[in-house]
């Protein structure tokens, strides 16, 4: 007998409501080391960066999408609630996050990550941190792992596309 995967909703604009939820499940995954914590009142602050997946009306997975720059945005807090994961979630919301940033006419979206594997699968490639401007380097100055920071550094080219 086969099992039924539920699939999550559709991609939406996170809303007020889910802020809390955003919280627990960002900073879920940061306490694992996965990712960076987010304040609570960052992510009210920047609201309208995030975009989430929803199962029974309750944040599953998220994505915020952040413009840095004329040519350049971030795509951060990618987090998918355990057990929720291997649904096609997270590349769901960066395909998302993809067409957002070609939308607003961004021509270079980056990530820092962890899970670079998953990146190159949707058309990221590495990049020496370098080669990011040094305005993007904002978060870091906050992070426990500055200056030694052990993420890589990935940009896929829109222009190009």
């Not at 020496?128 to 040094?134: D, G, T």
Request: aromatic residues 8%.
């Amino acid at each position: 007998m086969r099992t039924m995967v539920k699939t999550l909703g559709k991609v939406e604009k996170a809303r007020i409501a889910d802020v809390v939820q955003i919280h627990r499940l960002v900073n879920y995954w940061a306490e694992k080391g996965e990712m960076l914590p987010r304040a609570l009142s960052e992510i009210y602050e920047s609201l309208r960066d995030y975009s989430v997946l929803r199962e029974d009306g309750e944040v599953a997975a998220c994505i915020a999408l952040h413009i840095s720059w004329v040519d350049l945005a971030e795509v951060r807090s990618l987090a998918v609630a355990e057990g929720k994961q291997r649904q096609d979630a997270g590349s769901r919301l960066v395909k998302a996050c993809i067409r957002e940033a070609a939308r607003l006419e961004i021509p270079t979206v980056f990530c820092l990550t962890y899970k670079p594997g998953f990146f190159q699968k949707m058309g990221f490639r590495v990049v020496e941190k370098a080669e990011l401007p040094r305005k993007i380097w904002t978060d870091c100055y906050h992070c426990a792992k500055f200056p030694d920071c052990d993420e890589s550094a990935m940009t896929i080219d829109l222009a190009k596309k």
